[in-house]
Nanobody, 122 residues
């Protein structure tokens, strides 16, 4: 399975971006599909996840109410709609797939995309 993340860019605080992650290969129905981010000098942290079957979603507290994760199973693609962006959201965003439990733990995910840079200016 290969993941291709896209959609990053430079945006002013308060603006919006939508990230996409396209998967090639088989994504099992039990999988979680997720987004993590890594800011300068920081760990790679969980942002959001969605279960492929059933669509249950999970969010980090820092993005609840601002970010929305969704998926299109027919296209093997998932998205992260980011609204009301803040300078502290600046990071490289990585998509991930394969975890079936403990959605926030990096080690539970088998597959990772290459990352897309999101920069929010104040």
């Amino acid at each position: 399975v290969q993941l291709q993340a896209s959609g990053g860019g430079l945006v002013q605080a308060g603006g919006s971006l939508r990230l996409s992650c396209a998967a090639s290969g088989r994504i099992f129905s039990s999988y979680l599909m997720a987004w993590f981010r890594q800011g300068p000098g920081k760990e790679r942290d969980f942002v959001a996840a969605i279960r492929r079957s059933g669509g249950r979603t999970y969010y980090a507290d820092s993005v609840k109410g601002r970010f929305t994760i969704s998926n299109d199973n027919a296209k093997n693609t998932w998205y992260l709609q980011m609204n009301s962006l803040r300078p502290e959201d600046t990071a490289v965003y990585y998509c991930a797939a394969g975890g079936v439990s403990d959605y926030s733990r990096r080690s539970n995910y088998n597959y990772w995309g290459q990352g897309t840079q999101v920069t929010v200016s104040s």
